[in-house]
């Protein structure tokens, strides 16, 4: 089912050229027009049933961008691009996926071309679902103000994208700013990643990884509000976790807490390697952000970490803040990134 779209400016006011931008999940799939100076014209999104296939979501993608428009009175031929975020593994250059793990049955599929052909031979700029809402931030996000960011998205996984200047950093063979698997920890038994190494920061940044360190902790008899998960440890989740924390519930919060010193240390082998201007935090899991105790408690852990580990001109003068544009940033950035290839080609 469609979800309903909600108009963000008159059509008469945007500026143009128009891009629409499209932010591929294993679950849904966010779509939106947006104007030249980044503001959302109007946005949807549509389940992904993936067990279709990739290209009937190509042609859903199509005919969903076709009814976004009709209801400002355009057409597919309006828009000057489209951007397109997917999630990797891909071969960017060539416009594929290749073996991407949230998109089964999906491998090995040019599914930047295919869009285009859906959409009427449009041009498609093809982008790491990450990168993209990276460069949303980039563009008209926490980060509109700096030259350079990393954005590190915290959910199931720890994501990231890093953007500097208007380059986003795919890399030589399109697995560049995959920030959530720098290595933290180098011993052994260290934690085991999704990816099936250890010792990346998302075996220990993530919100799958807070879970398992709850589980953990339970299972030794830590006195706890989430006790009662240790009968049922699979309907823990990081959103109860913060609740206990807010409740003042000790070992939920020192979870949380250790999360934060965890993503601090990543944190600062990035600032390290890259300098950025600012480092973003986005993602499920921020606690409620700037919103609730909780979550600024969360991101000023983060900054100590990082002022006790870093570089002082560094840690001074780098910005760690919280993303602003949520779930619309895969495709406001995706967008950008087609409007930013475009002017390239001028």
Request: hydrophobic share 40%; with cysteine.
């Amino acid at each position: 089912m469609t979800s309903k779209l909600r108009a963000r400016m008159n059509i008469a006011d945007a500026e143009r050229p128009l891009f629409a931008g499209v932010d591929v999940g294993g679950t849904s799939i966010k779509l939106g027009i947006v104007e030249n100076q980044g503001r959302t014209v109007s946005k949807s999104g549509i389940p992904t049933l993936t067990h279709l296939g990739p290209q009937a979501a190509c042609l859903r993608i199509a005919e969903e961008l076709q009814s976004m428009l009709g209801e400002s009175g355009l057409s597919l031929s309006d828009l000057a691009a489209i951007g397109l975020g997917t999630p990797g593994t891909m071969d960017i250059p060539r416009g594929m996926l290749l073996e991407p793990p949230n998109l089964h049955g999906w491998e090995r599929f040019p599914i930047r071309d295919r869009v285009s052909e859906a959409c009427g031979n449009c041009r498609v700029a093809f982008a790491n679902d990450a990168n993209a809402a990276a460069f949303g931030e980039f563009w008209v996000g926490t980060g509109r103000e700096y030259h350079s960011i990393v954005l590190l998205t915290l959910g199931t996984g720890v994501g990231g994208g890093i953007i500097i200047g208007d380059l986003s950093v795919d890399g030589e063979n399109s697995h560049g700013s995959e920030c959530g698997h720098i290595i933290i920890d180098y011993h052994a038994d260290a934690r085991l990643c999704s990816c099936g190494q250890r010792g990346h920061l998302e075996a220990y940044g993530s919100a799958t990884a807070l879970v398992k360190r709850a589980e953990e902790a339970l299972l030794t008899g830590r006195t706890s509000r989430l006790s009662s998960f240790r009968s049922d440890p699979t309907a823990l989740t990081p959103l109860l976790i913060g609740q206990a924390a807010e409740q003042g519930d000790e070992l939920a919060r020192e979870l949380v807490m250790d999360t934060a010193m965890y993503l601090g240390v990543g944190i600062t082998s990035l600032m390290h390697t890259i300098d950025p201007a600012a480092v973003i935090l986005g993602g499920a899991m921020t606690f409620g952000a700037h919103e609730t105790p909780l979550g600024r408690e969360f991101l000023g852990r983060i900054r100590q970490e990082v002022q006790a580990r870093c570089f002082p001109v560094l840690a001074r003068r780098t910005t760690i803040d919280y993303a602003s544009l949520g779930s619309d940033a895969g495709f406001v950035g995706a967008a950008g990134i087609a409007r930013m290839q475009l002017l390239k080609l001028k």
